[in-house]
């Protein structure tokens, strides 16, 4: 019924994680109705993506094409022995927006989810073990999500140090707990645990 044009957008669309039949067509007529200008000028941008921006081959960050290296491991005032593991280059954002970290990222690239085709071979985790040992690291901070998959994650990357003699080398992970405003009720069972397991006294 529609425009074959209009139909391979929505159907293009429809491939984002996140987007609907309905939210691609919502995104679909509101590209068609933008000026021709603003339409190149995002096509543009999506055409250039894989020729303006690499991934780190130490940190596996974002970074722009005429970069060797992610400008937070370049910067020497950076500690480069105490490394903060996330599961994607976004995660790094909102840590760098605390101002609290002064180590340097390691991003894996997903995490581990059996179900969802993602082994631990598909991730970032022996490039992690390579640098652990290449920076000599004294302390990794497991940032991963609090749920299954970032718990399963943290625990391969435990038994993978072991394994490699990184026995020495600090694991610690984020402080996790019950967020302010959220009733008991609502909690999640993980959530629980690290707030029972993180416990303060009053």
Not at 11 to 36: H, I, N, T
Not at 136 to 159: D, F, M, P, R
């Amino acid at each position: 019924m529609l425009p074959k044009a209009l139909d391979d957008l929505i159907e293009a669309l429809g491939v984002l994680p996140g987007v609907g039949p309905r939210s691609a067509e919502r995104y679909a007529w509101a590209l068609f109705k933008r000026p021709q200008v603003k339409l190149n000028e995002i096509a543009e941008a999506i055409s250039s993506l894989h020729t303006k921006v690499k991934l780190c081959p130490k940190t596996f960050a974002l970074i722009s094409d005429s970069e060797e290296f992610s400008k937070l491991y370049a910067d020497e005032r950076r500690d480069r022995k105490l490394i903060m593991v996330v599961e994607q280059p976004f995660d790094i954002i909102p840590l760098e927006k605390t101002s609290k970290f002064n180590g340097t990222y390691h991003v894996l690239g997903g995490a581990i989810s059996p179900i969802d085709g993602i082994h631990a071979g598909d991730l970032k985790i022996a490039e992690l073990i390579k640098r652990v040992k290449e920076d000599e690291v004294g302390e990794l901070i497991l940032a991963t999500n609090a749920n299954i998959e970032g718990e399963s994650t943290a625990l391969y990357i435990q038994k993978m140090m072991e394994d490699a003699g990184l026995g020495e080398v600090k694991l610690t992970r984020l402080a996790r707990g019950l967020p302010t405003g959220v009733d008991l009720a609502y909690a999640d069972q993980i959530t629980l645990s690290h707030a029972f397991d993180g416990r303060k006294e009053f």
